[in-house]
């Protein structure tokens, strides 16, 4: 081995600084080194990044047996012995169901089998805390005490350091030589995780770690190296770029977490390999008056679609440092010429389908009724301009998952109904293949801070721009959130009602929010998303939260479907008045008050609602289920399904409430519509409401009620009485009158009624039990 002293090793202006910025594509020339005596290598590095147990080809992964074959297209044009396979992280975690279900044995065994050498450690390698990931992941795989392990690359992580010793948790770096005697190199690999790995999983998981500053790090060990005579030194970290645009890389400040690595790692690393964000790029940065001097920063983006390529011409005297001779992204999904699948891989990833497809019978509860897609009028094509069960189910599930105050699913992330095993009817048995059918995608989940005007933003952008394919994009919704809206409105202006357990939304408050990775980062034209505050990934796939879910809610009892509507629209006529009060006649049409039903698939609906202001109740309507036609123009339809057209007398009521509140007498649908209202004579008013909405199961949940009570128009004060199912229960209004508690479980099936009292005044609560 040929060592260099630092003057030789030196290069202009510090390459590090990111002075100025040059954007290459693939197989870009550097200026060649000077000649000398001692022999030049070409080392060549195919490096991937965020692979996340993606074993079968699909529209955005190339699979794992096609991925082999590429990697081995590099090795064979520019020599197996002058190769390294490397990746920067994320390797396993967040897969999909045929690696998921065998904790992801599968990609380990597809990735030894492709000849990976190295790679940095991602937030996902510690999904299930440091110790699985040292005593399972990376330790040697045994048919009796390691099943699911087996790795035969090296991880390593320069930043991850033991809690109570500050002594190195991981490998920090990794050499491997290349060449042999006078014409020998060494390269040096050094490994980073994203400093918000404790951000990303369960603390209790990495309890006994602590992730350090990655520049400081990595420079501690990257200098180690080149002092010992590593002729190479390359960065793996699990962190990149937030764009793929090479000069908009160069320029992020060095307050940004990818910024500060660019701009201030030591000139003795000589290429960065990034992850993290799932993007794609193949860039130089550095001084463009040193061309020689400029570091490559790459990244393949993700799920093995495609791969990295570097290749460096490497001093073995130690007299230059190295120049990278070309480099290129290499797109392993290819139709044009296309990979062959490596037959060895390709025998991993059958019987990885096999497992799982004999694994996925696996029961994880059982439901009440089957949860749906919504569907066009034709009751077969689905229809993702419409609500559905599905929504209602995925977006409680993260949310529950998440705790978090409200769960969004853009209706793209729902792949199929969950219909269960049903023979004879229901319940039925929903299995692992049927989750992971319906959540494909193995997005993670993302929690975020967003303002109640924010919250509105975010709906007013279901209306997709002008133009778009479906015009109409509705998200799921969690339990406990309803809003209105009026489909006739001007672009912007549509919703007019946001509620949250029975509150309104505060436009200025702050609120907890979930939603899968591809809606958080602005996917489906939904780019408020982006501006949440405190975005966090927590690494938890939304197939476990499903699976997690059925668990705690269909073990014991069937998980009942929630066929409550989360919006209802209301229009007005053009000559509607300012303002109603009591004696005035009220006309409005509302809509959306049905979900969509599936063909030879029974569902809930409300044949018809009431309607009630102030407490005081304007009778019942019937509901015309009618699904709404496909616009001939668009051959896309809008969630208005189930419709209604009022015209009736508002009675007398007391104060001024806040609008009409829209129940279903079936379902649970409790919306209420913003109308103006006249301050009514001096009465007390009391208003119930319930969280959650649908059916409750017996001994399992209480039920959340929220009380206001207004008497001349003002908040009351004292006491209300909630008496009904067992339940004999006297609570304290506070001083906006207001009360909130909780009462049951309750043990008694069927329909269940409590009334709420104050005074000769009150309010029915009326819900299922099963």
Known sequence: ?????????????????????AATSASVVATAPVANAVPLVDVTIVATNDFHGRLLPARDAGGAAKLATAVDSVRAQYGAENTIFAAAGDLIGASTFESFIQQDKPTIDALNASGLDVSAVGNHEFDKGYADLTDRVMAPFDAETNPFGGAEWTYIGANVKMRDSGEDALDPTYVQTIGEGDAAVQVGFVGAVTENLPELVSPDGIAEIEVTDVVEAVNTEADALEAEGVDLVVLLVHEGAPTTDCAAIGALGADTDFGEIVKSVDSSVDAIVSGHTHLAYD?????????????????AGQYGFNLNRLTFTVDAGGLV????????????????????????????????????????????????GPFTRSRLADGTTENRGGESTMGHLVAEAQRWASDTQIGFINPGGLRADILGLAE?????????????????????????????????????????????SRPFYPLGLSEGFEWSYDPTAARGERVTGMYLDGEAIDPAASYSVVANSFLASGGDNFSTFKEGTNPQDTGYADLQAIVDYMAEFA????????????????????????????????????????????????????????????????????????????NPESGVVSDESGTLAVSTTLPAYSGTPEGILVTGTETGTEILVPVALEEGAGEAAVTAKRNPKGPLKAGKKKLKVT????????????????????????????????????IGPFEDKGTQVVTVSYGDASDTLRFKVR
């Open 555 to 630: 073990d014991d009892a069937p998980l009942a479907v929630d066929y409550a509507q989360d919006s209802v629209g209301a229009t007005f006529p053009e000559a509607a008045p300012a303002s109603y009060g009591p004696g005035d006649t009220l006309e409005m049409t509302l809509s959306s008050l049905v979900l969509a039903p599936t063909n030879n698939i029974s569902m809930v609906q409300d044949d018809e609602v009431e309607l009630s202001v102030g407490g005081k109740s304007l009778g019942t309507f019937p509901v015309d289920p009618t699904v709404i036609a496909a």
């Open 707 to 742: 009380v206001k009570v207004r008497l001349d128009g003002e908040p009351a004060s004292g006491e209300v009485t909630l008496v009904g199912a067992g339940v004999d229960k006297t609570v304290e209004l506070n001083d906006k009158g207001r009360a909130v508690t909780r």
């Open 1 to 21: 081995m040929h060592s260099r002293s630092p003057s030789q090793r030196r290069r202009v202006a510090a390459i590090g600084v990111g002075l100025a910025v």
């Open 424 to 468: 004879g009817g229901y319940p039925a048995t929903v299995t692992f293949k049927q989750a992971a059918d319906a959540q494909s995608f193995a997005n993670t989940l993302v929690k975020m801070q967003l303002t109640g005007a924010q919250i509105k933003a975010l709906l007013e952008e279901q209306w997709q721009p002008d133009g778009s």
């Open 283 to 299: 860039c130089r940065l550095g001084s463009d008056e040193a061309p020689a001097t400029m570091r490559p920063v790459v990244s």
């Open 321 to 368: 440092p190295p120049v990278v001779e070309s480099s290129e992204i290499i797109n392993v999904a290819r139709t044009t010429d296309p990979f062959a699948e490596d037959p060895e891989v390709k025998a991993i990833v059958d019987d990885a389908v096999a497992v799982s497809t004999e694994l996925g019978a696996e029961p994880l509860g059982q439901i009440a």
